[in-house]
């Protein structure tokens, strides 16, 4: 099982539809970043956080450490939003170590 | 700033060559990441350096990569001898200080090996 599992794998929407991608995983950790992979390949870094709830623009990124779980909202979602979603986490075992850990990500496409 | 420059951006090379892959971090960061995504895989962290110091190497695949940060603007992944399952995109991400803050990712680099 992998140590972090994003759900769901594939996700389609209609244009202004509010979208929820999950990330649960195994590890303690020291922080969770939620990062975005448009078809052209490049990789953005969307959020990291480690507790509560972030928000930027359509984004919210919200995070229950008692339950391992993270979730990332887009509200309105728009065709622009197509992109592969990648959660990622920093484990707390080894405070020496900044290696992450990925999930396999959720593709997801708007259609207008 | 330019961000996170990679280079080259495609690169097609035989089986048995070797492949230099360069990346330039932001300038300030202090630790560099080489990752590999491939389709089966997803992505991995090959290895990484703090303050130009190699820290986790246990990505690296095999002995046939290497990878080498000889000062705070530069780092090189080396792949000696090439191999089709290499085949990869390979990403270099910088960020400041122990991952505390956000990894900002370059354009990446698609590796084919024929």
């Known amino acids: 099982k992998n140590e972090v599992e994003q759900s769901p794998q594939n996700l389609t929407a209609q244009e202004g539809e509010f979208i929820t991608i999950n990330c649960s995983y195994s590890?303690?950790?020291?922080?969770l970043h939620w990062l975005q992979q448009h078809p052209g390949g490049g990789i953005v870094s969307l959020f990291m956080l480690s507790s509560g709830k972030k928000k930027h623009g359509r984004l919210i990124a919200t995070i229950n450490i008692q339950e391992k779980h993270s979730s990332l909202h887009i509200t309105a979602s728009h065709p622009r939003d197509s992109a592969v979603y990648i959660c990622?986490?920093?484990?707390?075992?080894?405070?020496?170590?900044?290696?992450?850990?990925f999930g396999t990500g959720t593709r997801l496409q708007v259609f207008p | 700033d330019a961000g996170v420059i990679q280079s080259p951006r495609h690169e097609v090379t035989e089986m048995g060559q070797e492949v230099t892959l360069r990346c330039k971090p932001i300038s300030g960061h202090n630790s560099l990441f080489w990752y590999r995504q491939t389709m089966m895989r997803g992505l991995e962290l090959l290895i990484y350096f703090n303050n130009n110091v190699p820290i986790d190497d246990s990505g690296m695949p095999e002995d046939r990569f290497s990878a080498k940060m000889p000062n705070a603007s530069f780092s090189t992944l080396k792949i000696q001898p090439s191999e089709p399952r290499d085949s990869a995109v390979y990403f270099c991400?910088?960020?400041?200080?122990?991952?505390?803050?956000?990894?900002?990712f370059g354009p990446g680099t698609r590796l084919t090996v024929t």
């Open positions: 990622a986490v920093r484990p707390a075992r080894s405070y020496n170590t900044d290696k992450l850990i």
């Open positions: 590890v303690g950790i020291s922080a």
């Open positions: 991400a910088s960020t400041f200080d122990r991952g505390l803050y956000e990894q900002y």
